[in-house]
């Protein structure tokens, strides 16, 4: 067995409640349907992605992360992004920091920031 600080622990995450998981609730041939192939998050989506950002904040989770890796999927990029990512834009700060633009996808969320604690550890390790 390897010491624990030898180890890399893995963290699986859904994505949040996107607007094909409502469609599917009512009939399931929705699921099928190309209208939500590539769903973007409801409402409850961004709650439970908002839920999950406290939860690694807070039990310093986020600190430990090297690497998020994420389908090209909206709904898994936005879950992504309001996991990790940092708070709303700041007042001032540049919307080229951002890490999603105010309105993307049905429910229309305020932009993401970039910055934060995680954001900042990664970019020095990426050289950006």
Not at 75 to 92: E, F, K, M, N, P
Not at 100 to 123: A, C, Q
């Amino acid at each position: 067995m390897y010491p624990l600080h030898r180890c890399k622990i893995i963290h699986v995450v859904r994505h949040g409640q996107g607007f094909h998981n409502v469609a599917g609730d009512i009939d399931r041939k929705n699921y099928e349907s190309w209208d939500y192939q590539d769903a973007s998050l409801t409402e409850l989506g961004w709650q439970q992605a908002d839920a999950l950002h406290q939860h690694v904040v807070t039990t310093h989770i986020r600190g430990h992360v090297d690497l998020v890796v994420v389908s090209p999927l909206l709904r898994t990029l936005q879950t992504a992004v309001g996991v990790w990512g940092g708070d709303t834009l700041l007042d001032g700060e540049p919307t080229h920091s951002a890490l999603m633009i105010k309105g993307v996808g049905l429910y229309r969320h305020p932009p993401i920031s970039s910055s934060g604690e995680w954001i900042d550890r990664f970019t020095n390790l990426q050289g950006i």
